[in-house]
């Protein structure tokens, strides 16, 4: 059974839509800054800083710049991208994922020790 190509865009935009929610539910002070920053319209500055952020990235051998601009600006890119909503989406899931097992052994080394 075929989806209609609408409703696959609409399904990966609502999964990034997710992960972005789950970012300021684990960091409240980042809220208002993702909500103003994929607010409609805002592509015209999306796209400007999500390219600097990315070009930051690339030059993360500067010392003031760093690696991790890349994946932020490639963030930016895909809230207004839709080819790059699903890589993003899945790549943010399990990085959440690895991220709290790492957090999880951590805790049990501490209460082992």
Sequence with gaps: MASDPDQIKD???RRLDRQFDDIARRFPL???????????GWWIVRLP??????AGG???ILPFLGLW??????????VDLPMLRGPMSNTMIRTRR?????????ARRKQSK
Aim: glycine letters at 2%.
């Design 11 to 13: 399904r990966t935009e």
């Design 69 to 78: 601009m890349l994946p932020v600006g490639l963030l930016l890119l895909a």
């Design 49 to 54: 800083i999500a390219l600097l952020f990315i």
């Design 98 to 106: 690895r991220y709290d097992l790492w957090r999880r052994r951590r």
């Design 30 to 40: 980042m809220r208002r800054p993702l909500n103003a920053i994929r607010a409609r």
């Design 58 to 60: 690339i030059l993360s």
